[in-house]
């Protein structure tokens, strides 16, 4: 009976192991789905989280520029050097150029505009006097109404 014994008790802790298996497969999923979640490290690291929060902002946003803006003794000392060439003749002419297609523009606006409200009044005129007088007011007309 010795072996028996030992069958059934071989049986009776195999029972055990596969109960206690499905309880540490459940425990293990639990633990994992937290794990992946990103609140557990903010609750158990939360020190660790704000660093490498602060570190990436620090990396995302973009850096000033530096602007120099040195002095006219640098500048010439520069142009001594031959380390920097001024060229004004081609900025200037562009720029000229700017200038007087926008004033040729707004004189054909202003032009174009004056002649359109001479065309209209012109036929306006011209209407008022084919329609006989036409009352200026609404006032001025005749009324069929008896008091």
């Known amino acids: 009976m010795d072996t028996d014994e030992s069958v059934d008790k071989i049986c009776r802790r195999m029972a055990e192991l596969r109960r206690e298996l499905v309880y540490d497969m459940q425990d293990v999923s639990r633990s994992a789905k937290a794990m992946a979640s990103p609140s557990f490290y903010m609750r158990k690291f939360p020190w660790a989280t704000l660093a490498v929060a602060a570190g990436l902002g620090y990396l995302l946003i973009p850096k000033k520029k530096h602007?120099?803006?040195p002095d006219m003794e640098a500048l010439a000392e520069l142009v001594r050097k031959n380390q920097v060439k001024i060229d004004t003749a081609k900025a200037?002419?562009?720029?000229?150029?700017?200038t007087v297609g926008l004033?040729?523009?707004s004189w054909a606006a202003k032009a174009g505009m004056n002649y359109f409200v001479q065309q209209m009044t012109t036929r306006a005129a011209q209407a008022g006097k084919?329609?006989?007088a036409a009352p200026s007011s609404p006032v001025d007309e005749r009324t069929n109404?008896?008091?």
Do not use: Y
Not at 92 to 98: Q, R, T
């Open 67 to 69: 602007v120099v803006q």
């Open 92 to 98: 200037s002419e562009e720029s000229m150029m700017k």
């Open 103 to 105: 004033m040729a523009l």
């Open 130 to 132: 084919s329609d006989g």
């Open 145 to 147: 109404v008896k008091r």
